[in-house]
Nanobody, 128 residues
Framework: QVQLVESGGGLVQAGGSLRLSCASS????????MGWFRQAPGKEREFVAV???????????YVGDSVKGRFTISRDNAGNAVSLQLNSLKPEDTAVYYC??????????????????WGQGTQVTVSS
């Protein structure tokens, strides 16, 4: 069983930074695809970032267009945890951020339906 546990959300002023972390409390996730989505009030879930295992201890990651240049995704060496560094935050980044994972190499990373495992979510609030 895979349980994803997120941490690191909070309240920050515009222009500030936060770091979100997500780890599995169950099986090892070394070869899993892991990433982040977010959902603001009244809006659909939005793809934020993803990392894919490409062999050994190597991962390939990228972020969505709306956060490109400001957010960075990374995996720990064992691949069991994923982090999201949020810089230059804007009020429109306010949302609940969800950690996601799946056993397969996800081909449509921006689709929530591609992921079997979801964390409980962590709130990020950016004040203007």
């Amino acid at each position: 069983q895979v349980q994803l546990v997120e941490s690191g959300g909070g309240l920050v002023q515009a222009g500030g930074s936060l770091r979100l972390s997500c780890a599995s409390s169950g099986r090892a996730l070394t070869s899993y695809t892991m990433g982040w989505f977010r959902q603001a009030p009244g809006k659909e879930r939005e793809f934020v970032a993803v990392t894919r295992w490409i062999g050994g201890s190597s991962y390939y990651g990228y972020v969505g267009d709306s956060v490109k240049g400001r957010f960075t995704i990374s995996r720990d060496n064992a691949g069991n945890a994923v982090s999201l560094q949020l810089n230059s935050l804007k009020p429109e980044d306010t949302a609940v951020y969800y950690c996601v994972a799946d056993t397969k190499v996800v081909t449509n990373a921006d689709r929530p339906s591609e992921y079997d495992y979801w964390g409980q979510g962590t709130q990020v609030t950016v004040s203007s």
